[in-house]
C-alpha cells in the first residue's frame, strides 16, 4: 500500500492508499451503486476518462477471470473504492484485482471514506478530480484538478471506438483486413436465416454483440466514423448504434451518419446511441448533475405499466421536451427523476433505449428489448 490523495476541483481532499503502485491520475469522478460486476464496469468502455467510485464497501472478493469483461482492457481512468480485498475467492477467478488493474496500469486506491464522497459528487454533482502518490499538496493538486479537460463538449467516442471493423462470432471479434475486403454485401459470411446488423462501435461493450447473437443475428461492427454509403453499400437488415463515453453532441460524425441512414433498415440505439438517434432527430441533450450508474435503477415502460430495474451508465440525456411529439412516442422514463429513457418514432423503424438491457453487471428485466429489435427487423 502507497500514501495518496485525492482531490477534486472544488477543495475537497479525501487521504488514501493506492493498492497498485505509485502514479497519478485525473479524470471525472463519479459513482456506481452495484454491489458486483466490478469487472464489467472496469472494462466498460463508457466509462473512458473516469475515476469510478463503488458505493458497496468491499471490492476484489472474487478476484477477475477472463470471462467478465466487456471489452479487451480495462477503460477507467482510475478504480476508487472503500476497502479492497486482497484475498479473493471464487472458482472463476485467475488473477487480483490489483494484479489485473497494474498489469493495465490503472490506478486503484482504497481506505477512503466513499459514503462521504458519493455524498458529495450527488450534492455538488459530478467533478474533475486527481489521484496522486507523488504528491501530498492539496492546492497544486487542486490546480492540475481545475486542469483536467471537462466531459461536457469532450467527444471520447473517437477514442474508444476500434480502428478496424469485426465480425463477431463464438464471442469474440473476428478482425476484418480491410485492406483486401470490401465492405460491401460481399462482407457476410453466414446463414440466409440469420438477420444481418451492422453495429457502429462508439464504445460496445461485448454483452451487447452477444445478445444480438442470441438472437440469430450476425453481426458485423464498424468503427464509429463509418460513413452512411458504407453502410448502405454493406445492405444490411438492421442497423445499431452501441454505447460509448462522453458527451453526446460533439459526435457529429455519428449523429449525421444516424441522420442519413434514418428510415433505411430498422435502428436500434443503447446509451450514447439512444442520445445520437435523439439528436438526428432534431432534440437536445443535456449533462445530469451525477448522472445514472448503478444496477438498481428503476425505469417504467409507459406502454405496458411495468417497472423495470435496470443496469444504468450515462451522465447525459436526450432533452424530452425537445423531441417532436408528432414523430417520437416517448417509451420509457426514469422513475428516480423523470428523464427520458426510452423512445420510438411513430413513423419509421426506430427504438432507442438510454439504460443496458444487456445488464453486465445488471439485471435481466430489459432483454426483452433485443427481441423488439428482431421483431421490428422481420416485419420491415
Not at 469487472?39 to 478476484?63: A, C, F, H, K, R
Not at 477512503?112 to 492539496?138: F, K, M
Not at 422514463?333 to 426506430?350: A, K, S
Request: glycine share 10%.
Amino acid at each position: 500500500m502507497t500514501k495518496a490523495l485525492l482531490v477534486l476541483e472544488d477543495g475537497r481532499t479525501f487521504a488514501c492508499r493506492s493498492f497498485t503502485g505509485p502514479g497519478e491520475v485525473g479524470g471525472e469522478v463519479v459513482f456506481n451503486t452495484s454491489m458486483s460486476g466490478y469487472q464489467e464496469v472496469l472494462t466498460d468502455p463508457s466509462y473512458s476518462g473516469q475515476m469510478v467510485t463503488m458505493t458497496y464497501p468491499l471490492i476484489g472478493n472474487y478476484g477477475v477471470n477472463p470471462e467478465d469483461v466487456e471489452s479487451d482492457r480495462v477503460r477507467v481512468a482510475a478504480f476508487i473504492i472503500r476497502e479492497y480485498q486482497p484475498n479473493y475467492s471464487n472458482y472463476r477467478a485467475t488473477e487480483s484485482l490489483a494484479d489485473y488493474l497494474a498489469r493495465g496500469n490503472v490506478m486503484g486506491v482504497e481506505g477512503l471514506d466513499t459514503r462521504a464522497l458519493t455524498r458529495h459528487i450527488r450534492n455538488g454533482g459530478a467533478l474533475r478530480g486527481v489521484i496522486s502518490t507523488a504528491t501530498v499538496d492539496p492546492d497544486a493538486l487542486v490546480a492540475k484538478a481545475r486542469r483536467v479537460p471537462s466531459m461536457a463538449g469532450l467527444d471520447l467516442a473517437r477514442t474508444v471506438t476500434g480502428d478496424t471493423p469485426y465480425h463477431w462470432v463464438d464471442e469474440r471479434p473476428l478482425p476484418i483486413d480491410a485492406a483486401r475486403t470490401a465492405l460491401d454485401q460481399s462482407i457476410w459470411r453466414g446463414t440466409a436465416v440469420q438477420k444481418r446488423v451492422v453495429a457502429i462501435d462508439f464504445g460496445i461493450k461485448y454483452n451487447i454483440l452477444r445478445c444480438l447473437a442470441q438472437r440469430r443475428m450476425q453481426i458485423v461492427v464498424v468503427p464509429a466514423f463509418t460513413d452512411a454509403d458504407t453502410i448502405r453499400a454493406m445492405d444490411p437488415d438492421g442497423i445499431f448504434l452501441s454505447n460509448g463515453p462522453g458527451d453526446p453532441e460533439p459526435v457529429d460524425y455519428g449523429i449525421r451518419t444516424a441522420r442519413e441512414l434514418l428510415g433505411f433498415r430498422p435502428m436500434f440505439g443503447i446509451c450514447l446511441g439512444h442520445q445520437i438517434l435523439g439528436l438526428a432527430l432534431g432534440a437536445k441533450s443535456f449533462k445530469l448533475k451525477f448522472g445514472h450508474r448503478g444496477a438498481n435503477h428503476p425505469v417504467k415502460d409507459l406502454r405496458t405499466g411495468r417497472v423495470e430495474i435496470t443496469s444504468q451508465n450515462h451522465g447525459f440525456a436526450v432533452d424530452t421536451d425537445t423531441l417532436d411529439p408528432s414523430a417520437v412516442e416517448i417509451t420509457h422514463i426514469n422513475l428516480n427523476d423523470n428523464t427520458l429513457e426510452g423512445f420510438r418514432h411513430r413513423q419509421m423503424p426506430l427504438m432507442a433505449i438510454q439504460y443496458h438491457p444487456e445488464a453486465a453487471p445488471g439485471p435481466h428485466d430489459a432483454r426483452y428489448l433485443f427481441d423488439e429489435f428482431g421483431e421490428m427487423i422481420e416485419t420491415f
